[in-house]
């Protein structure tokens, strides 16, 4: 765990102890996130604000493995179902080099893979599959706050497939609940982070063992 937090705080000259790296972490970083995002009303509230509408998410499993039928796998930062049994995975990403449509590709196709019961014939019983990626940078350049994989027909009208691929660029500063829920997310001090549930909780979080 400490080659982790080594890691996801580089160590500085004022800053050379396990306990400081702790407190420096950020929900950006996978360790802290997945301690503080496992209940259903916090996901909901990240999901929410990249989606623009209330989602409300009954369950969550964070560092879940998804495995498809050919056995390979993919760990999920945290996995989550709606009211509606539709699923998602959010993701939150440091390193650039893995902020790949690929990577979000393979994930949505595993998350299809257990969105139909067995036995099922009516394609219109699947349920949806949404994978979204927090980037600590602008992982496409362009200076966009959402970056969506698109499926459209020849790149004009979108073909809605119940499926989304979405990037949110976390270098956004917005003063509006997707902006303000970035912030909460790249903060390292507890005390300015906005929301008093997500704020609350990390403070819970830093003082009990990081799993």
């Not at 982790?4 to 950020?26: C, G, H, M, T, W």
């Not at 949404?130 to 790149?155: H, Q, S, W």
Request: proline residues 2%.
């Amino acid at each position: 765990m400490k080659d982790f937090i080594d890691k996801a705080v580089p160590e500085l000259e004022e800053e050379r102890d396990y306990e400081s790296k702790v407190q420096n972490l950020r929900l950006i970083d996978d360790i802290l996130f997945r301690n503080v995002m496992d209940e259903p009303k916090l996901i909901s509230k990240l999901i929410s604000a990249v989606l623009g509408r209330y989602v409300e998410i009954t369950e969550v499993t964070v560092e879940k493995t998804i495995t498809n039928g050919a056995g390979r796998e993919t760990r999920c930062d945290a996995e989550a179902k709606d009211t509606e049994r539709n699923g998602y995975v959010a993701e939150v990403q440091n390193d650039s080099h893995a902020m790949k449509p690929k990577r979000m590709r393979f994930n949505v196709g595993l998350i299809d893979h257990h969105a139909m019961l067995r036995g099922e014939t009516n394609w219109e019983n699947m349920t949806d599959s949404t994978v979204i990626m927090f980037c600590a940078t602008d992982c496409f350049g362009e200076g966009k706050v959402i970056y969506e994989l698109p499926r459209c027909l020849n790149g004009e009208r979108r073909i809605d497939d119940g499926t989304r691929m979405i990037f949110v660029n976390c270098t956004y500063e917005g003063d509006d609940e997707l902006g303000r829920i970035i912030h909460d997310l790249m903060c390292r001090n507890a005390d300015d982070i906005y929301d008093d549930e997500i704020r609350e909780k990390v403070k819970k979080s830093r003082k009990t063992e990081l799993r």
